[in-house]
């Protein structure tokens, strides 16, 4: 059972989100297998000659789909009503039964197509059972997602289109897909929860990010032709190798009088990247439809009726009630003693007012509300299980050690330190405590003291990355630690050693610091891949036992966190990417006191920098007053000015709350007040 203890912060306007992103992973995969070009020549030679046939059937091709929902429990978890109006959406558009078929622009009204193209939930897995057509995995790779999370769930490609639901993908793209002839274990689409269908998480104006994605898999470029990148001059004379689609740039806009190659372009088009996309052609009908009748990329064994048997998307198919299936989640699964956990039913296929949940060592111990809320008095670690039913069976989920309860008045106190030197880790033994240090994660592995290798003394902690799956997660959490209110500044120092392999993986190591119990978590520290080794680059194939100069310090200045709450924790985690073995030793905290005179001074910090949507503007001042911040361009130029009135004392502002629309680039920003002035030179990495 894997936890994440981190608050992710999700805000579209600092991401720039790319419609499609179809090119760049074909590239990948012809790369890796050449042979889909010889696939793509033979299904374009059987494509021309499938359009010149005089008769064509128009029987409706019935494609079954299976959803694979890859969360974390967070909203990318869509329901089963956001799933079934983007199938009806996709539906529409393909049978051009949408409204707004009725502002098609005239010029192109009569070449408007019903494509004749259904596509079904599935009723029946690959197995027979009953399905929903939705499956729903948990991992960690949701928000950067990609060919990475497809194994973890996948349908016989010559049975289903198989759609996998992503928090975020990794490349930036809203989703993407294949044309026919991908190798099977690629074959598919994979899409952003929030573009996908018109209610939920999604909005209408993103809601045909799935047509858009289903017309690359059943063979339709982009009406600029095969590349990701519209409104290129270059475009124009690249064919989509459809007659009836006009030559074009490609659009980014809704302007229905574009006219960028010689000719009125259909902006209109469904494969465009404009905003009011609503119509197939008959020349990209026929395009699909030859897809489905060609044996390559298997499109061909989808609508057969023996497969629409076998999935149970025939017509006239009744589907009977599926056993439910139990899982839920919680809110805070580390906090402190006394504190109120909050569980939330993930079921599917429950009757309402089944729920039968058991929590050892809470109160309540027993619930059969659908959320009930816990109380933990005691610390310790605590297993939960839920119980559901309907008419045709239920199901049972135990989730072991998933809550953890810290001691609420038992702290560590500064300086801290921790250098793995007593046998009897996890256990703090440092200020002769009963405290402990916490090990969560999701894989085989985790943090372990070992004597291969240290920084100093004999002993270090080591988590074999290699172990563990790619995108698992493994953290090292320290007791809580108390910090002297007149500490004006408090440093975290830590050494760690890391080497890559050759395969040159992309593990991570992030450092977070809690101020609230363990409640959220703001991260401090994070280097990945090349950037992460300690070793200058050098790189170890065989296990990595690091020598004294392979281990790097590091200082963290974190009072940021302190100067709001006397009680911090802090995590050490590790995401694998089946790369090496990563060692760490020698944590300390410590803090000096403030003076008199430091304690009557106002001052400003801003963290991270380079910014990210977490970035914070920290100001203590000595009095309530108004700031002022003054934000230009690096040339100079105005870009904000906005006017805070704060209280004495410590004020967090989020910097996005001042400049949410911030493109990348280097700007010059000035806080003001009456009696102080500071300038700080901040850097947007990305749009």
Known sequence: MSFMFVVVFINLAFSQVSPCGIHDMEQEAIEEDPSILERRAILQEFTEEYIQRKTRSEEVYVIPVV??????????????????DAIRIMNEDFRKDNWDTTIIIPQFQGIAADSRIEFRLAKLDPEGNCTDGITRTFTNLSYSAGENVKPLSRWPRDMYLNI?????????????SYYPGIGPNRDGIVVRHDYVGGIGTSSLNRARTLTHEAGHYLNLAHPWGSSNEPAVLSNCGIDDEVSDTPETIGSNSCNLSQSSCGSLDNVQNFMEYSYCTRMFTQGQKDRMRAALNSNVGQRVELWQIQNLMATGTNDGYQALPCVPVADFSLNFPLVCEGTEVTFTDNSYNAIPGTWLWSFPGGTPATSNQQNPSIYYETAGTYSASLFVGNQVGDSVITKESIIHIVPGDSLATIPFFEGFESPNFPAYEQQGSDLNWLRVGDGVANWKRTLTSS??????????????????VSSLISPPIYVDPNMSDVYLNFKYAYAQNRDEPDDEFNIYISNNCGESWSIRFTKSGYFLSSTGGVEYNEQFLPQADEWKQIEKNISIFTNTSEVIMIQFECVSDKGNDIYLDDIEVVG?????DQMKENSVSIYPNPITAESQINIRSVRNTSYLFRLTDIQGKLIGIKEINLTSGENIIPLQNL??????????LQVMSEETSSNFKIIKMND
């Open 164 to 176: 996998w639901v992503v928090g975020g993908v990794a490349s930036g793209a809203a989703g993407y």
């Open 659 to 668: 400049y949410p629309q911030l493109k990348k680039g280097v700007y010059m």
């Open 67 to 84: 959803m694979h929902i890859m969360h974390s429990y967070g909203e990318e978890n869509i329901s089963r009503e956001q799933v079934e």
């Open 455 to 472: 920084a100093s003394g004999m002993a270090s902690a080591k988590l074999s990355l290699v172990s563990n799956e790619k995108g698992s």
């Open 592 to 596: 000096i006191l403030a003076s008199e």
